[in-house]
């Protein structure tokens, strides 16, 4: 009786790591996907503070493929949550991008004070994701949970 109860907990926790383990390495697409956006975050920021319209449109151009990556990634996994932080982060890119269109015409601080708005809820989109979804490894390197 014993006996089947621990070779039933064991078979449970060997089915459940390998669950785990099946969906955790990222692909290269996607880690490559995750350093773009890393360099885009920190350069809108730059960028925003110089007026730097083209530079701005260069990083919205870097964006969106990196973007579609993580939406097709989460939409195949079917994580509705993760989908939704994803499609925030594109939504708030489309939105710098308009922004970038109106600087374009000659100083507009509404335009600037939008895309500041926007980058921060571009880099929060960072932060929800991270927080649900990557998991750190003691080794310091990072696999999706
Ligand atoms: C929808 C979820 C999601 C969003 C949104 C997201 N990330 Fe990630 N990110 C992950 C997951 C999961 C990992 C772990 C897998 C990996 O390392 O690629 C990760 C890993 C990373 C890494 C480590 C890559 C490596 O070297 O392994 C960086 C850097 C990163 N993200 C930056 C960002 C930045 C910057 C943003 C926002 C602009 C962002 N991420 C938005 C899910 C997300």
Same mark, same amino acid.
């Given at each position: 009786?014993?006996?089947?109860? !621990?070779?039933?907990?064991?078979?449970?926790?060997?089915?459940? $790591?390998?669950?785990?383990?099946? +969906?955790? *390495? @990222?692909?290269?697409?996607?880690?490559?996907?995750?350093?773009?956006?890393?360099?885009?975050?920190?350069?809108?920021?730059?960028?925003?503070? $110089?007026?730097?319209? *083209?530079?701005? +449109? $260069?990083?919205?151009? =870097?964006?969106? @493929?990196?973007?579609?990556?993580?939406?097709?990634?989460?939409?195949?996994? +079917?994580?509705?949550?993760?989908?939704?932080?994803? =499609?925030?982060?594109? *939504?708030?890119?489309?939105?710098?991008?308009?922004? !970038?269109?109106?600087?374009? +015409?000659?100083?507009? @601080?509404?335009?600037?004070?939008?895309? =500041?708005?926007?980058? *921060?809820?571009?880099?929060?989109?960072? !932060? $929800?994701?991270?927080?649900?979804?990557?998991?750190?490894?003691?080794?310091?390197?990072?696999?999706?949970?």
């Amino acid at each position: 009786m014993r006996l089947w109860l !621990v070779l039933g907990f064991a078979a449970c926790a060997a089915t459940w $790591a390998l669950a785990v383990r099946a +969906d955790e *390495k @990222p692909s290269a697409e996607y880690v490559r996907a995750m350093r773009t956006l890393d360099s885009v975050s920190r350069e809108l920021p730059r960028s925003l503070a $110089a007026e730097d319209a *083209k530079g701005l +449109d $260069a990083l919205v151009i =870097q964006a969106r @493929p990196a973007l579609a990556t993580l939406e097709q990634y989460w939409t195949a996994r +079917d994580v509705e949550d993760a989908l939704a932080i994803a =499609q925030r982060a594109s *939504k708030a890119i489309a939105e710098i991008s308009v922004a !970038v269109h109106l600087m374009a +015409d000659g100083p507009n @601080p509404i335009a600037v004070e939008g895309a =500041q708005d926007s980058i *921060k809820t571009f880099q929060a989109s960072c !932060v $929800a994701c991270h927080a649900a979804y990557r998991l750190t490894l003691p080794d310091g390197s990072f696999t999706i949970r």
